[in-house]
């Protein structure tokens, strides 16, 4: 009795493994069985055919641009994203306003969205005959804006739009949890505005900007409705990929193209993980 | 006194800076849901006027005689991911709370891995390793609860932190509780706000997930943010935009309750894929 008791208090739960166990399964058939899946169908069973359909994406002109293109934009919006909204979420997470609680539900609003209603936005307020080029019509007498959506600039503010919600959530999340006595300790000491944002919250904040930015490039890396909606011209590799799959059946093709999204992505957030650690273990 | 004054340029750019970001997602979203119910000549944007929706009292009758049958189908599949969610990740984040093992630890960092993962990557991996499943929706839904089981494990799991778990359990145990009433009388009901959370985004995730299901899904399985894609590249803008404002009828609430219940939840919702 008494050993079993001990052994109780020792184990409450019984074998963690056992709890566990039934998500465990579920992501070894959902997720890396077809990670598996894509490796094997690149591959063929062959390292050699794995590295030459690998390196075909980056030979072939096409899909290199694409795969540029993605990259290019994917940075730029993020890096724009977190520029953009490092004062609002400040202020969001510092100060107390009346109509606090329904800003912070408008922005996160677009997290619910997919891709192709962001570009469907796009449209509505960019396009051809879109609102903001009718509303310039009025006041200025030239459709300023018209057909905006469907250049570059369009397709930029559109997964702009998309990933607002993600910097300014997650950026709050991060002056929530920074200790406001360590900016005020620098004040008493003496240190000017500039300095404490450089010396004080910076070096605080790094982790989660390093962990905000591989968010919002994987997501925009990863997703392409908008670019569906939005560009005739210009490709994302995704959608090289979707077409590769379901128009030409190139399995092969279609799977090299998913390893490197995924491959990028994943080193992207690692790299963050690891930055950010480091960035921690500094401080500390 | 330079240093108040610089603190009050600060606060009012940043002021300004929130108002700019509220403008332009609201903007947006306001001609939308007016262009679903005005006259779109009225917001400048009418280019055509398709008369096949007149027989309809409004566009969102027309849309619903459409689309119904793929927002019907929406709503089930966000239902039963919620379910899915539950069902796998109540358990999981209870013992991933408990105990950190090599496995337990794997687990951890394979149920976060899909979301560096872009979401046309595990369609294509499903699609490879399971080709026959795809008729009956399985592997659509499991494309969905890959990416919403995460959020909710790890809202769960924060709930259960927190509290005093384990000595409340131990207290039970001696009264003679045994592991399974244990889980379900003091795990669960403490988990609650968490385990709502994680059930809002999973719904969430599931409503507008487009990325997966757009190559997953066949004509008889496509969800309502296909028929959205379709709306978008064949009807004409009132009907785009009264199917919009439906997507969002579902949307927004949840977002709403899910900051209300739990906003620090919210928070690490953006870290969605």
């Given at each position: 009795?008494?050993s079993?008791?001990?052994?109780?208090a020792d184990?409450p739960?019984?074998?963690?493994?056992?709890?566990?166990a039934?998500?465990?399964?579920?992501?070894?058939?959902?997720?890396?069985?077809?990670f598996?899946?894509?490796?094997?169908?690149?591959?063929?069973?062959?390292?050699?055919?794995f590295?030459?359909?690998?390196?075909?994406?980056?030979?072939?002109?096409?899909?290199?641009?694409?795969?540029?293109?993605?990259?290019?934009?994917?940075?730029g919006?993020?890096?724009?994203?977190?520029l953009?909204?490092?004062?609002?979420?400040r202020?969001?997470?510092?100060?107390?306003?009346?109509?606090r609680?329904?800003?912070?539900?408008?922005?996160?609003?677009p997290?619910?969205?997919?891709?192709?209603?962001?570009?469907?936005?796009?449209?509505?307020?960019?396009?051809r005959?879109g609102?903001?080029?009718?509303?310039?019509?009025?006041?200025?007498?030239r459709?300023l804006?018209?057909?905006?959506?469907?250049a570059?600039p369009?397709l930029?503010?559109?997964?702009?739009?998309?990933?607002?919600?993600?910097?300014?959530?997650a950026?709050?999340?991060?002056?929530a949890?920074?200790d406001?006595?360590?900016?005020?300790?620098?004040?008493?000491?003496g240190?000017?505005?500039?300095?404490?944002?450089?010396?004080?919250?910076?070096p605080?904040?790094?982790?989660?900007?390093?962990?905000?930015f591989?968010?919002?490039?994987?997501?925009?890396?990863?997703?392409?409705g908008?670019a569906?909606?939005l560009?005739?011209?210009?490709?994302?590799?995704?959608?090289?990929?979707?077409?590769?799959?379901?128009?030409?059946?190139?399995?092969?093709?279609?799977?090299?193209?998913?390893?490197?999204?995924?491959?990028?992505?994943?080193?992207?957030?690692?790299?963050?993980?690891?930055?950010?650690?480091t960035?921690?273990?500094?401080?500390? | 006194?330079?240093?108040?004054?610089w603190?009050?340029?600060?606060?009012?750019?940043?002021?300004?800076l929130?108002?700019?970001?509220?403008a332009?997602v609201?903007?947006p979203?306001?001609?939308?849901?007016?262009g679903?119910?005005?006259?779109?000549?009225?917001?400048?944007?009418?280019?055509?006027t398709?008369?096949?929706?007149?027989?309809?009292?409004?566009?969102?009758?027309?849309?619903?005689?459409l689309?119904?049958?793929?927002?019907a189908r929406?709503?089930?599949?966000?239902?039963?991911?919620v379910?899915l969610?539950?069902?796998l990740?109540?358990?999981?984040?209870y013992?991933?709370?408990?105990r950190?093992d090599?496995?337990?630890?794997?687990v951890?960092v394979?149920?976060?891995a899909?979301?560096?993962?872009p979401?046309?990557?595990?369609?294509?991996?499903?699609?490879?390793a399971?080709?026959r499943a795809?008729?009956?929706?399985?592997?659509?839904?499991?494309?969905?609860?890959?990416?919403?089981?995460?959020f909710?494990?790890?809202?769960?799991g924060?709930?259960?932190?927190?509290?005093?778990v384990p000595?409340?359990?131990?207290?039970?145990?001696?009264?003679?509780?045994?592991?399974?009433?244990?889980?379900?009388?003091?795990?669960?009901?403490?988990?609650?706000?968490?385990?709502?959370?994680?059930?809002?985004?999973?719904f969430t995730?599931?409503?507008?997930?487009?990325?997966?299901?757009?190559?997953?899904?066949?004509?008889?399985?496509?969800?309502?943010?296909?028929?959205?894609?379709?709306?978008?590249?064949?009807?004409?803008?009132?009907?785009?935009?009264?199917?919009?404002?439906?997507f969002?009828?579902?949307?927004?609430?949840?977002?709403?309750?899910?900051?209300?219940i739990?906003?620090?939840?919210a928070?690490?919702?953006?870290?969605?894929?």
């Amino acid at each position: 009795m008494i050993s079993r008791g001990g052994k109780r208090a020792d184990d409450p739960i019984g074998p963690t493994a056992a709890w566990i166990a039934p998500a465990a399964l579920f992501l070894l058939l959902a997720f890396v069985a077809p990670f598996a899946a894509l490796l094997r169908a690149a591959s063929h069973g062959d390292p050699g055919a794995f590295l030459r359909e690998l390196g075909g994406v980056w030979t072939h002109p096409h899909t290199r641009r694409a795969l540029g293109n993605g990259l290019a934009l994917s940075a730029g919006v993020s890096a724009a994203a977190i520029l953009l909204c490092l004062p609002p979420a400040r202020l969001l997470a510092r100060s107390r306003f009346r109509g606090r609680g329904a800003a912070r539900l408008l922005l996160s609003i677009p997290l619910a969205f997919s891709g192709v209603i962001v570009g469907f936005l796009a449209v509505v307020m960019l396009g051809r005959v879109g609102f903001v080029p009718a509303v310039a019509q009025a006041l200025f007498g030239r459709p300023l804006g018209a057909g905006l959506a469907y250049a570059l600039p369009g397709l930029f503010l559109a997964y702009l739009f998309f990933e607002i919600p993600r910097a300014v959530l997650a950026l709050e999340a991060a002056f929530a949890r920074l200790d406001a006595e360590l900016d005020a300790a620098a004040r008493t000491l003496g240190a000017g505005p500039v300095q404490r944002f450089a010396r004080v919250t910076l070096p605080a904040l790094r982790p989660a900007l390093l962990a905000t930015f591989a968010t919002t490039f994987s997501v925009s890396l990863g997703s392409y409705g908008a670019a569906l909606i939005l560009s005739r011209r210009f490709s994302v590799l995704p959608v090289e990929a979707y077409q590769e799959f379901t128009a030409f059946g190139n399995d092969a093709g279609a799977s090299a193209m998913a390893i490197w999204l995924a491959g990028i992505s994943i080193l992207v957030s690692v790299a963050a993980r690891r930055a950010s650690r480091t960035a921690t273990e500094e401080t500390r | 006194m330079r240093s108040a004054s610089w603190e009050r340029l600060r606060s009012a750019a940043a002021a300004a800076l929130l108002l700019l970001l509220l403008a332009v997602v609201a903007a947006p979203l306001a001609v939308v849901v007016a262009g679903s119910v005005l006259d779109p000549r009225l917001l400048g944007l009418t280019s055509e006027t398709w008369e096949a929706g007149s027989r309809h009292s409004t566009w969102f009758s027309y849309v619903l005689s459409l689309y119904g049958r793929h927002l019907a189908r929406s709503a089930a599949l966000a239902l039963c991911v919620v379910a899915l969610a539950f069902l796998l990740g109540a358990p999981a984040a209870y013992g991933l709370s408990r105990r950190r093992d090599a496995f337990a630890r794997t687990v951890a960092v394979l149920l976060d891995a899909p979301l560096a993962v872009p979401g046309l990557a595990v369609a294509i991996g499903l699609l490879l390793a399971y080709p026959r499943a795809r008729a009956s929706g399985a592997t659509l839904a499991a494309g969905h609860l890959v990416y919403a089981l995460p959020f909710f494990v790890r809202a769960a799991g924060n709930a259960l932190s927190g509290g005093n778990v384990p000595e409340l359990e131990e207290a039970a145990a001696v009264s003679g509780a045994g592991r399974w009433q244990r889980f379900t009388r003091i795990v669960l009901p403490l988990a609650r706000p968490g385990i709502l959370a994680g059930a809002l985004m999973a719904f969430t995730i599931s409503w507008g997930e487009f990325n997966v299901s757009f190559l997953l899904s066949t004509p008889t399985t496509s969800t309502f943010p296909s028929a959205l894609y379709l709306t978008y590249t064949t009807n004409s803008f009132p009907v785009a935009a009264a199917a919009t404002t439906l997507f969002l009828a579902a949307a927004v609430p949840a977002l709403a309750l899910l900051q209300r219940i739990a906003s620090p939840e919210a928070a690490r919702f953006g870290e969605a894929a």
